[in-house]
Nanobody
């Protein structure tokens, strides 16, 4: 059974930083693309960032480019999202996702439960 678990959310002031972490079990972590999504109240879920199975390619949503960095530690089998220069509009539930294949162009295989990020002005 595939499980995806996020951690690291919290409350931070605008301009601050947070790092989210994600682990996945029940699958060969290093063989799948992984991503971060977010959903704010009343808005659709959007993809924040994605990284391919090898870590060789990563993709970002326009609203976070230059501020967020996705990475993966293949030895620790852990996914990260470093979020810098946070803005109130970054406030959302953040979800980690395991894709169904090596590339970010495939569908999501499994979602995590989410971790709340709140940025105060």
């Amino acid at each position: 059974q595939v499980q995806v678990v996020e951690s690291g959310g919290g409350l931070v002031q605008a301009g601050g930083s947070l790092r989210l972490s994600c682990t996945a079990s029940g699958l060969t972590f290093n063989s799948y693309a992984m991503g971060w999504f977010r959903q704010a109240p009343g808005k659709e879920r959007e993809r924040v960032a994605c990284i391919t199975w090898s870590g060789g390619n990563s993709y970002y949503g326009d609203s976070v480019k230059g501020r967020f960095t996705i990475s993966r530690d293949r030895a620790k089998k852990t996914l990260y999202l470093q979020m810098n220069s946070l803005r109130p509009e970054d406030t959302a539930m953040y979800y980690c996702a395991a894709y169904s294949a090596q590339s970010c162009s495939y569908s999501v295989l499994k979602w995590g439960q989410g971790t709340q990020v709140t940025v105060s002005s």
